[in-house]
């Protein structure tokens, strides 16, 4: 009897912008930073430092609605690939951890 192949899917957290919406996207960044490649989609480990992150992040609360949610780490690669998009991990004080993609 062969055992079970169990996979283990890696989530990750990334912000998303405008959820539930026609123009719901993942919320990206260009840096002036020569260490990330440009432009980005940060993404964290937990869904803690995403969101002390997130207050540190640039973005428009007067027209725009956020919220952090999980993906499939490699969802998530793809999609950066299709959009352009590198992936940057980062920590809870925006610092980069490494890139992904």
């Not at 969802?75 to 690939?81: E, G, R, T, W």
Request: glycine share 2%; net charge negative; hydrophobic share 40%.
């Amino acid at each position: 009897m062969e055992p079970d192949i169990i996979i283990k899917k890696q989530w990750v957290y990334v912000v998303v912008q405008d959820p539930e919406t026609s123009s719901e996207q993942l919320m990206g960044f260009s840096s002036d930073d020569k260490s990330v490649s440009e432009p980005f989609i940060p993404a964290f480990e937990t869904k803690e430092e995403a969101q002390q992150c997130f207050l540190l992040m640039p973005k428009d609360l007067m027209k725009r609605k956020y919220e952090i949610q999980a993906i499939i780490k490699d969802d998530l690669i793809s999609y950066a690939k299709t959009n352009g998009y590198k992936v940057v991990m980062i920590d809870e004080n925006s610092h980069v951890k490494n890139e992904l993609l």
